[in-house]
């Protein structure tokens, strides 16, 4: 009788232990291919099936009719060159000057913009390319930009980047010793992986297709931090914009912003 009832209990233990490891594997698969994948803004349901085919090692063309394969996402076409970056010839930004009659009324007659436009005056022209470029192709989405971007050839968009790129910069504050910048510009945040601001966009270092921000509009820069923070402006190559955006509070945008836009030294035109 005691040996039935060890059985038994045996039994009921085995039973117990496949249903806890049926139920955990469930839970894996969740959160696997549900939870995690919708956390993401571009999950679609259609995503689960190709997640569990590239868990498994199919190919998802074996299970897709149409033989359309979705490709990587890329944020970018434009590839940076350090050529991007030398002086255009005197031609080329006449050319530019001419063309960049159409950008006057929101980047202003010498690049500087008096609404909330960014400036374009002094801009590296790999930078004013680059966007120009992203604008044409649907990279970057603007509903005035993307209309004007449509209609550049490739040899405009290099005029206008050469014309821009001539133009003296705005004039800005010096930064001083005793200057109190915001801890994200000076230091960043290497425990939310965010690099300080002055180490691609001048103070430090200058990266190759990192714009110059000072004196750049306060609203223009807290909308484009809004924009990378929420997925929504994704041209940024390897996402480096948006992971940096994403880890920031709306005060320390504003800060940033801030600091950047009041470099604009007083009573520039």
């Known amino acids: 009788m005691r040996e039935h009832d060890t059985s038994a209990q045996t039994n009921r233990l085995a039973r117990v232990s496949i249903l806890g ?7 894996s698969l969740l959160i696997a291919f549900v939870l995690l994948p919708s956390a993401q803004r571009d999950y679609r349901a ?15 063309s074996w299970t897709n009719s149409s033989g359309e ?9 434009v590839v940076l060159l350090p050529e991007m970056a030398k ?9 530019g000057a001419t063309l ?9 007659a010498q690049g500087l913009s008096r609404s909330d436009a960014p400036n374009l005056a002094g801009q590296y022209p790999e930078v004013v390319s680059k966007q120009l470029v992203d604008y044409k192709s649907g990279k970057r989405a603007n509903p005035i930009m993307t209309a004007l971007a449509q209609n550049l050839s490739d040899q405009n968009i290099k005029d206008l980047s050469a014309y821009y790129a001539s133009l003296p910069k705005a ?5 001083t010793y005793d200057e109190a910048l915001p801890v994200l510009v000076r230091n960043g945040d290497p425990m939310r992986n965010i690099a300080p601001c002055i180490s691609c966009h001048g103070g430090v270092d200058q990266k190759l297709g990192a714009p110059w921000l000072e004196g750049m509009p306060k609203e223009y820069l807290i909308q484009q931090l809004a924009l990378f923070k929420r997925g929504e402006r994704r041209n940024d190559g390897e996402l480096q914009m948006r992971n940096v955006a994403r880890a920031m509070t709306p ?5 940033v ?3 950047y836009a009041r470099k604009a030294a007083p009573g520039r035109d």
């Open 171 to 175: 004039r800005t504050a010096p930064t």
């Open 257 to 259: 912003a801030t600091f």
């Open 251 to 255: 005060q320390e945008i504003d800060a």
């Open 87 to 95: 002086q255009a010839p005197s031609d080329s930004i006449g050319r």
């Open 21 to 27: 490891l049926i139920a955990l594997t469930l839970f």
């Open 46 to 60: 259609a995503g689960i099936w190709d997640s569990i085919c590239r868990a498994a090692g199919v190919p998802t």
């Open 69 to 77: 394969r979705a490709g990587p996402v890329v944020a970018t076409n």
């Open 100 to 108: 960049a009659l159409n950008c006057t009324m929101c980047h202003g």
